[in-house]
């Protein structure tokens, strides 16, 4: 009988943990999503998409003076950002989040993505966005010491569901593939992987740029 009595007390003390558990992570949930609309609001209005996630992905294609190549990028909230003006515009809010840049037919570089936004506040509609895409770092780099990691800065201003951007001339670093991004621009609009593999599989070979 004490075994039984102890089996049920067991059992109650698992389900209230359970309980407690979930109830955590919704309050966690609700937490999160009040730090977000007290400091970001823009970000459940990206590319006049109702984005309740708190993520935008766009694809499009990164023209280049060595040539063409299809990109992905998904982005969200941060806390870091810049603190200075660009263009007369305030930093309102930073991003973060991270890229697939097709070089070749089928052979794809990760990137993580990081920067700022200017203008926006209530929605993304007419703000200025700019980011980095670096390298995702590799044991290698650890053993290497130094920044040896490619990256290429981008910047552009929404129009409506549209990111335009280009590198404005700024500094690039090549990446591990041998491409170096200069003279970019893209136009990205919202998309999923499947369109960004279909782009990256039907893409004309192209050698890199050294």
Known sequence: MERAGY?????????????????????????????????????FHMGE???????????????????????????????????????GLRPTGGIQGNALLCTSRGVTQYLNLSGTIYGGWRSTDGALMEFRLLE?????????????????????????????????????KKIRSGLRVEHASVSLEWGGKADFDAACASMTSLAPGR
């Open 49 to 87: 998409r109702w984005t309740p996630l708190l993520y935008w992905t766009g694809t499009g294609k990164l023209v280049t003076k060595r040539g063409t190549y299809p990109l992905i990028v998904t982005l969200f909230p941060a806390s870091h950002f810049s603190r200075l003006h660009l263009d």
């Open 7 to 43: 089996s049920l007390s067991v059992g109650a003390q698992r389900k209230q943990r359970g309980r407690f558990g979930v109830s955590g992570l919704i309050a966690c949930l609700f937490a999160v999503y009040a730090v977000v609309v007290a400091l970001d609001p823009w970000a």
């Open 136 to 172: 995702r770092r590799t044991a290698h780099d650890a053993f290497a010491g130094g920044n040896k990691r490619g990256y290429f800065d981008l910047f552009g201003y929404w129009h409506g569901p549209q990111l335009r951007m280009d590198d404005r001339g700024e500094w690039s």
